[in-house]
């Protein structure tokens, strides 16, 4: 009978041990990555009307990973085009306002614009359970533009019309550093109201004029976190 009570304690103890290794696994895991979708505004992608050019609504996909509690690293593109048809008539004049010729233009217009982000997102908000969240941000931009244009211009003021065409191409890529702050406001367990302000200075790019400039854009989405 002296062995009875090392019986019911090994039983005991072999009992417990499953049940503490099973602790972990019934642990949801925190979510860790996230995508995003929103409307994008910048010095190079401005939001809204563009003279003979349309209306330009650029838009923005974003993707993150959680590293810490309060340490993210976040990728993001934003893309906007518009194509432009265009066609008018002008007249040439001497100085004593004399006609001496016309001219009819037709053509159009291409123009791309694509942002590509590289951030670093830190919390300041030292409780996870509120729902609003406050980030700063900082890491670099890369900035490209695409523009062409085509057509041709018939000159009337020539004994026999000419219909002379054209074609001309523009490209602009610069690297910026970048700096700014968000806000996260949580809806629910997956879902996140974003809005990212940051400033921007170019330290490389085609047109040398860019250096001097310091810009602004703006991002308002939604974010969706995968996990439980």
Known sequence: MRFLPFVLGGLLAGAALPARAQTPADTPPAPRFYVGLGAYSSYYQPLGGRPYSGVSV?????????????LAVQVGVAYSGISDNYAYSTTSYTAAGVPTGSYDVAGTNTERRATATALARYTLTRKPAHRLQIDLLGGLTLEHLSFHGRGTRLESFQPTPVVAPYDYRFADTSLLLTLGAGLRYRLTQRFELTYDLTFSRAVASDTPSLYTNLTSASALGLRYRFGR
């Open 58 to 70: 650029p838009v923005q996909l974003t993707a993150g990973w959680q590293l810490r509690p309060r």
